[in-house]
């Protein structure tokens, strides 16, 4: 009778272990990309308030298309996790071109947006934020390269689902740094980072191994992050001198 019960709770105990990672093998990036439209609601909405709804002096029209493409790319995100999942994968192919001229045009504008929101910091409210110029920058570079090198190995599903996925946990920097306690202790690349060591913990845990695009990807990123935090808050003379240069200052 002791030898069934320990055959029969090996066999519920690799029964529950097998249905964990066949879960976390199909349903993870979608799974993490609902995390990531819920912590992106969440932490915007310590600062989408009537101060900025109903804002005196008002912000500046280019700051609300920004705000629109970025939630277009979460939506965009939960939308292609799902067509992988129901086996829609034409038109998660066609939906992707569509998904690599948004970024694009997020890259694009996100620098444009950075300098104006700066300056408008400045004239309309008194404050002088231009160091952080290099969070902005770094969170676009490193989704840019990110999206760039999903672009490329398109045909390679290990590999760009994997950069997608690291490309839209960069962005939740912008998420986390309202977070009060994130956002004071400079954690928010640390926080987002997490979320990309939960997807190297499902490769253990799904196929054994980490995929390489982690270990070829994420430490760079951490290196440009850590970078970005030291210009922002430390701000050396050289790099307040370019900062002011470029906003014309």
């Given at each position: ?131 952080f110029l290099s969070v902005l920058w770094c969170d676009m570079i490193i989704f840019g390269a990110c999206m760039a090198l999903a672009i490329y190995f398109r045909k390679r599903p290990e ?91």
């Open positions: 009778m002791a030898v069934g019960n320990v055959g029969f709770a090996t066999r519920s105990q690799t029964s529950a272990t097998s249905g964990f990672k066949t879960f976390l093998g199909r349903y993870f990036y979608f799974c993490m990309a609902l995390l990531i439209a819920g912590l992106s609601v969440w932490g915007f909405s310590q600062t989408v308030d009537t101060r900025l709804l109903h804002a005196k002096p008002p912000r500046p029209l280019l700051l609300w298309f920004h705000g629109a493409a970025f939630s277009a790319w979460i939506v965009l995100f939960i939308a292609q996790s799902a067509l992988v999942r129901v086996r829609k994968v034409s038109v998660h192919r066609t939906l992707g071109w569509f998904g690599a001229a948004l970024a694009a045009t997020m890259v694009a504008s996100s620098f444009r947006v950075s300098v104006v929101m700066v300056r408008f910091d400045r004239t309309a409210l008194g404050k002088d934020v231009s160091s590999y760009h689902r994997r950069l997608v996925f690291m490309a839209s946990c960069q962005l939740m920097q912008a998420a986390f740094v309202r977070f009060h306690y994130i956002g004071d202790h400079d954690l928010p690349y640390p926080a987002l980072d997490v979320l990309i060591v939960a997807g190297m913990l499902r490769d253990l845990v799904v196929d054994g191994r980490v995929n390489r695009v982690y270990l070829c990807v994420l430490p760079p990123m951490i290196v440009l992050q850590s970078w970005a935090t030291y210009l922002a808050r430390v701000n050396p003379s050289w790099w307040r001198a370019a900062t002011h240069a470029i906003l014309g200052w």
